[in-house]
């Protein structure tokens, strides 16, 4: 079953760095938005960043110029590297995998392929 796996995050002061990576399989790769989500307990998943298969890039207007997200096609891999972290950034992170065709990436019902979660909190 082809699926996608999280990792990084972890715990940082405000103002620190923490970075997150996704292994994925060839197929999910190439033929995919890669991007990632993050939810606070009690409150919708929200899209963070997102990759297109062509290269461009889309980030939510809380994190432009704080987050980057890039991609490895040796690896197959993704990464979410968050910079000038804030309080409010805490949340468990998701990387995601989907269609961004028709606005598809903004229905978080119709994502894909999720990652496991993984915690990232910033102390003040």
């Known amino acids: 079953q082809e699926q996608l796996a999280e990792s990084g995050g972890g715990s940082v002061q405000a103002g620190g760095s923490l970075s997150l990576s996704c292994a994925t399989s060839?197929?999910?790769?190439?033929?995919?938005?890669l991007g990632w989500f993050r939810q606070i307990p009690g409150k919708e998943r929200e899209g963070v960043a997102r990759?297109?298969?062509?290269?461009?890039?889309y980030y939510a207007d809380s994190v432009k110029d704080r987050f980057s997200i890039s991609r490895d096609m040796d690896k197959f891999t993704y990464f979410l590297q968050m910079t000038n972290l804030k309080p409010e950034d805490t949340a468990i992170y998701y990387c995601?995998?989907?269609?961004?065709?028709?606005?598809?990436?903004?229905?978080?019902?119709?994502?894909?392929?999720w990652g496991q979660g993984t915690q990232v909190t910033v102390s003040a």
């Open positions: 990759i297109f298969t062509g290269g461009s890039t």
């Open positions: 995601a995998a989907g269609s961004c065709v028709g606005g598809a990436w903004d229905d978080v019902a119709k994502i894909t392929f």
């Open positions: 060839s197929s999910i790769y190439l033929r995919n938005c």
